[in-house]
């Protein structure tokens, strides 16, 4: 009975696929002593114009080389043999990394030899740009924290070089965060005795990702810097615009055109940040939930890897922001002050249609009393020829009734002008 009611519920088509994308990316098992090699590759497009089957085709050109199985096509993700090595890769939204892991170390600290795994024509193929690669070197505790401190010092540059115990005392990890001659960022990780293999991987992971999403949040400070100063340049127009209108502006549609054409820039400068400037701040935040995970405790008076991020890559990331926020509010300033002035316009077209109204009445006015004027004469022309007309049909009954033509004009000239007036008043109230 349970079977057929199971049988009857229809599962939406990407259940399993979604269930299985929080397994897709195990953390991966590493022994020490191991070494890893760390390959982060940006494309020259941007992420909406990307393509990434360029990204698998690459992966899948480095794994012929040496016969190993295939990703399922449109894998974003794949973990398995190189050779003697293991190989993570991952496509993500902005870029693609390589993981390789090999057992042992070099005999020389992070050989540039040991980034070979990496043929030199399949990287001079890449399709794009390297992001970052790092070297990562893992090795046991055997003695003394301290003496592990002491080599990792002789490793990377003093002033830069961050040193903590992680996860619960379980390894040391150290780096400076500089590229080497060779091009690459080296880290260090001294694991004690006892530490699983699922734990030095999740360790070693977590470098990899503070370093790379650390570049990628680092790009937005460029793009801060340029648009600083032509942020600089638009403000002191802007301060300008909006000082002359608390004084008599003889032109306000020019000053109006201008503050366009200001805000115009601003929203388009706007559209251009919004994506790098949003993805900053999210890589920022994963590099700072990153660096949480690993639980550190300081080892003397060295400083971790979080207050390294504090004294160096807070700064950076308070850049971005504080840019884009001064962005925004100047859009917001360069609006309000273009509704402000575009009101101003309004009253003062207002004020002179108000007047054309106003000159428009004393017009027509005019011509009223214009138009009475020729209704007056209008009048007394009509009469005249409408007397002399009259007077030519009623001479005969003048003469007949002994009446002279003088005494007919008399008698019949008041009578057509009141009747001449009659009429075109008449005229003028239908017209009205």
Not at 81 to 86: A, E, F, T, V
Request: hydrophobic content about 45%.
């Amino acid at each position: 009975m349970k079977d057929a009611s199971r049988a009857l519920i229809t599962d939406l088509p990407q259940r399993y696929e979604l269930a299985n994308e929080l397994h897709a990316r195990p953390f991966p098992a590493l022994d020490a002593p191991c070494h890893a090699v760390y390959l982060a590759v940006k494309p020259e497009k941007d992420a909406a114009q990307r393509d990434r089957e360029e990204d698998r085709a690459h992966l899948l050109a480095l794994l012929d080389r040496f016969g190993t199985t295939h990703p399922k096509p449109g894998a974003t993700h794949f973990f398995g043999d190189l050779g003697k090595h293991k190989i993570k890769w991952e496509c993500h939204t902005e870029f693609s990394t390589y993981t390789v892991f090999t057992n042992g170390v070099a005999e020389r600290p992070f050989d540039p030899a040991t980034f070979g795994v990496f043929p030199d024509d399949w990287l001079a193929d890449m399709p794009g740009h390297r992001l970052t690669s790092a070297m990562i070197r893992i090795e046991m505790l055997d003695g003394d924290a301290e003496e592990a401190v002491i080599r990792a010092t002789d490793w990377f540059v003093p002033e830069s070089i961050a040193v903590s115990h992680v996860l619960d005392d379980s390894a040391i990890i150290a780096g400076d965060f500089r590229i080497d001659t060779a091009g690459h960022m080296r880290f260090a990780r001294f694991v004690r005795p006892g530490t699983g293999s699922r734990r030095v991987g999740r360790i070693v992971q977590r470098l990899a990702e503070i370093e790379t999403y650390k570049s990628m949040s680092m790009l937005g400070l460029p793009m801060a810097r340029d648009l600083s100063r032509r942020m600089g340049d638009l403000d002191r127009q802007l301060t300008q615009l909006m000082g002359d209108m608390t004084g008599t502006l003889a032109r306000p549609e020019e000053s109006l055109s201008a503050l366009l054409a200001i805000a115009e820039e601003l929203e388009n400068l706007l559209a251009r940040s919004t994506f790098r400037f949003g993805a900053t701040t999210a890589y920022e935040a994963i590099v700072l939930e990153r660096i949480e995970a690993l639980r550190e405790v300081r080892m003397g008076g060295r400083q971790t890897f979080k207050e390294f991020m504090t004294r160096r890559f807070d700064p950076a990331m308070r850049t971005v922001k504080s840019t884009e926020a001064r962005l925004q509010a100047m859009a917001q300033r360069a609006i309000r002050a273009g509704d402000l002035l575009r009101t101003r316009v309004d009253v003062e077209r207002q004020a002179q249609n108000q007047k054309l109204l106003e000159s428009m009445d004393k017009r027509a006015a005019l011509q009223l009393r214009l138009q009475k004027t020729v209704e007056g004469l209008s009048v007394v022309a009509i009469s005249y020829y409408a007397v002399n007309l009259v007077l030519n049909i009623a001479q005969p009954f003048g003469d007949a009734a002994g009446l002279s033509k003088l005494v007919m004009t008399a008698l019949i000239t008041p009578l057509v002008i009141l009747v001449v007036w009659a009429a075109v008043r008449q005229i003028r109230k239908s017209v009205e």
